[in-house]
């Protein structure tokens, strides 16, 4: 069969399929389903770490397809379309966990951090996904069958014609074994036994208000090559001007406020340390630039979303005409009437959700839960037919989700304006209308790709949207955990000390929770958004000493996960019905994304690069630049997802991910109060708390250059060593890009 002549770009008269139709093979087997719902967990709850941190995802189906083409020929002789069901439920994790930490993070900026569970998460990212799955069914022939030659759908392409070259999948599975073994020893090293820092930086006195840092981890090392340098050059541009023109800036003219706080700041400008004016007023400013930016990506799409909702209509009412259910196999759809029993399930568990199931203190009537749903399934369509068809025009890569997703919630906070729909409730069901269309985006621009491959190598279409329909709803258990995990155990109690009189608190903030016990004591849980007198982030308000003691710095929106999307979700819900935004601010953002359009340059990486930490752009940009000097030392552009340095770097981001969860869950088994969390027997079995220092090996034994918690920032030692180990990293990518593979 691998010897017929076949080619995934053949024009639409001469192309076949690689398994022709009257063929049949093993398909969807047990052990092809649960490999693929393994690699769901897995690479979904990588991409929630990455993402989350780095404000981009890549796409798994590639390493998925080599690591299936693998590990299933070690168990016995397997088939291509196996590999292939193997890829569609691993890489629906992926793309759900994009959608979901876009969006659903939000609540916590929108001061509902104590209701950001598991319970909240999971049912809204399985309604999204679900819903991206159902609505790509309709469109399979349109945009899969009867475009072919037209839509390339690039990423789907690539993954079939990996899976076709299944003979030389060890080798491809080794390139990735290997990034994934380097990457995480180094990962390891440097987060759990703290060997060294992982963020080298300098705040030169010189020239106050800048901080020159990198953060050196594997993933974004990865990530940066994968993307290349031109698009890894743009995000670091905006980050340079950021940190190194406007920071410097605001310091120096602030010097002239006679110490005077400047709103939204309350601590004087010359006070302020680089992280402070960066999240004080670079946010706002990021947050309109990346708002502006993503408009703009939409506005530059409408013809093709015209004609993409246009084809698919007309698409929908054809297979309405006709019987769902095809006579040959590689052409069996799930059937039509699944589908639209399944939007109308959809709608109805929604309502049930935020009717019997609503956050505390944003409950809403059910004729508001049956709008959201019915809004839902009403722009979930329009956006699923949108992405699907960008995702094959120009690659999942380039699907303006984050932009569809803003244009989905300006549209329901302006009805919700209009109709004086504007307390805080509103503003959750407008982040949950947003989050599951967002959601069901993000999996059609995967869904699209998947369904692309199968076309391409022959599989049976029915069995695909199976497959995706389990590796949603198994993924959807990692990312929710996976959400959790960080936000928990990334979060920081700092001592601060604010009066306070909660009988009469200032405009923004309010009493969230009143009990919040922490280390024994009852305190009350109090927020602040858009508040003049306290910064933004939840407190902790003892009664006894009338003052706000602690601030709950939660683990998602802080430095080390700064969930950029998400974060301008909130501030898009807030500035639209509150209208508290420090808005000049927000404007400057949206002036400097003109300003760069007209430069002739595209603007979202530039406007996601002014809104990410430096030390984020600066690691991605390194991968870039060691991608173009690949390039011009072997003569040929690496462009292939499935090259040798490509499947490195996934293995790279890969062990960044897991590792880095790793340490994650190492420093919450060393939390004094991790016994009141979990079952006595649990405790007991594991020894529960384990010594806080357990693995920090380096301050013990080379305090001079390993990590300093007291310090500041890093010395000069700390950080040379920094950058060495991360210019060892990089080199390894160089070596083994240039590689052949076998």
């Known amino acids: 069969m691998s ?35 393994l690699f769901g967990l897995l690479f979904g709850a990588i991409t929630v770490y990455v993402g989350l941190r780095a404000g981009l995802t890549v796409s798994a189906s590639i390493p998925i397809s080599v690591l299936s083409i693998s590990i299933l020929r070690a168990f016995g002789r397997s088939t291509i379309l196996e590999n292939n069901i193997v890829q569609t439920t691993g890489s629906a994790g992926e793309s759900l966990a994009a959608g979901v930490m876009f969006t659903i993070p939000a609540l916590i900026f929108l001061g509902f951090g104590a209701e950001f569970t598991f319970w909240r998460i999971f049912p809204l990212a399985l309604l999204g996904g679900w819903l991206g799955v159902l609505f790509m069914v309709p469109l399979r022939r349109q945009l899969i069958v009867k475009e072919h030659g037209n839509l390339s759908f690039p990423e789907g392409t690539a993954c079939a014609d990996v899976l076709v070259a299944g003979e030389r999948g060890g080798s491809f599975a080794g390139r990735v074994f290997w990034g994934l073994g380097l990457g995480g020893i180094y990962t390891f090293l440097m987060n759990t036994v703290q060997a060294w820092t992982s963020q080298p930086e300098a705040r030169p006195n010189w020239f106050q208000g800048a901080s020159f840092r990198m953060t050196i981890t594997s993933e974004y090392l990865g990530v940066g090559y994968i993307i290349g340098s031109r698009v890894s050059g743009i995000l670091f541009a905006g980050g340079i001007i950021s940190w190194l023109v406007i920071m410097p800036a605001i310091r120096f003219y602030g010097q002239l406020a006679n110490n005077i706080p400047i709103y939204p700041s309350t601590i004087p400008i010359p006070l302020m340390s680089p992280d402070q004016i960066w999240g004080t007023y670079i946010r706002p400013m990021g947050a309109g630039a990346v708002a502006a930016a993503g408009l703009i990506t939409l506005l530059r799409t409408l013809p093709t979303i015209f004609s993409a909702l246009k084809a698919g209509l007309k698409d929908v009412r054809a297979e309405g005409a006709n019987d769902s259910t095809a006579a040959s196999r590689t052409d069996r759809d799930m059937p039509l009437r699944w589908v639209v029993v399944g939007s109308m399930l959809i709608i109805v568990m929604m309502w049930i959700l935020l009717t019997f199931h609503p956050i505390p203190g944003a409950e809403t009537r059910w004729y508001h839960n049956l709008f959201a749903g019915i809004f839902v399934t ?61 959601i069901a985006a993000a999996i059609a621009g995967a869904t699209s790709q998947d369904l692309k491959t199968g076309y391409l190598v022959g599989a049976t279409p029915f069995w695909q949207q199976m497959g995706l329909l389990i590796g949603v709803t198994v993924s959807t258990m990692a990312i929710g955990t996976t959400l959790n995990l960080m936000n928990k155990g990334l979060e920081k109690y700092i001592p601060t000390q604010i009066p306070v009189t909660v009988q009469s608190l200032p405009t923004g903030v309010k009493v969230e929770r009143d009990s919040f016990t922490y280390q024994g004591k009852n305190y009350q849980l109090i927020n602040s958004l858009g508040s003049h007198e306290i910064p933004d982030g939840e407190y902790l308000y003892s009664p006894d000493s009338k003052q706000i003691e602690y601030q709950w710095a939660q683990g998602i929106g802080s430095l080390k996960a700064p969930a950029p999307q998400a974060r301008l979700m909130a501030t898009v819900i807030s500035g639209i019905l509150n209208q508290r935004l420090p ?72 062990a960044g991910g897991v590792f880095g969860l790793l340490g994650i869950i190492i420093n919450l088994l060393q939390d004094p109060e991790i016994s009141n969390r979990v079952p006595h027997w649990l405790t007991s079995v594991l020894r529960l708390p384990w010594p806080e220092k357990l693995f920090s090996l380096g301050p013990r034994f080379w305090p001079a250059l390993a990590v300093n918690e007291k310090l500041l920032m890093p010395t000069s030692a700390q950080s040379l060593l920094g950058i060495f180990m991360f210019a060892l990293l990089a080199a390894s990518l160089f070596y083994f890009a240039r590689k052949k593979l076998d």
């Open 378 to 438: 009403v722009f979930g369509f329009l956006f699923v037919t949108v992405a699907a068809r960008i995702s094959g025009l120009l690659g999942n890569s380039s699907n303006p989700i984050s932009g569809m997703s803003i244009a989905t919630l300006m549209a329901t906070c302006a009805i919700f304006f209009v109709a004086g729909w504007t307390a805080p409730n509103y503003q959750v069901l407008a982040l949950m209308i947003g989050g599951v269309v967002c």
């Open 3 to 37: 010897e017929r002549p076949w080619s995934s770009t053949a024009p639409p008269g001469e192309f076949r399929p690689f398994v022709p139709d009257g063929e049949t093979l093993k398909e969807f087997t047990l052990r092809a389903v649960i490999l693929g719902a």
């Open 583 to 654: 808005w000049r601010l927000v404007l400057m953002g949206v002036a400097l994304v003109i300003a760069v359009e007209i430069l002739g340059v595209r603007s979202l990486a530039f406007a996601t690069g002014s809104y990410l930490p430096l030390g984020t752009t600066a690691a991605m940009f390194a991968g870039g630049l060691i991608r173009s000097l690949v390039d011009a030392t072997t003569k040929k552009k690496d462009e292939s997802e499935a090259s040798p340095g490509a499947l490195y770097s996934s293995g790279l981001i890969a």
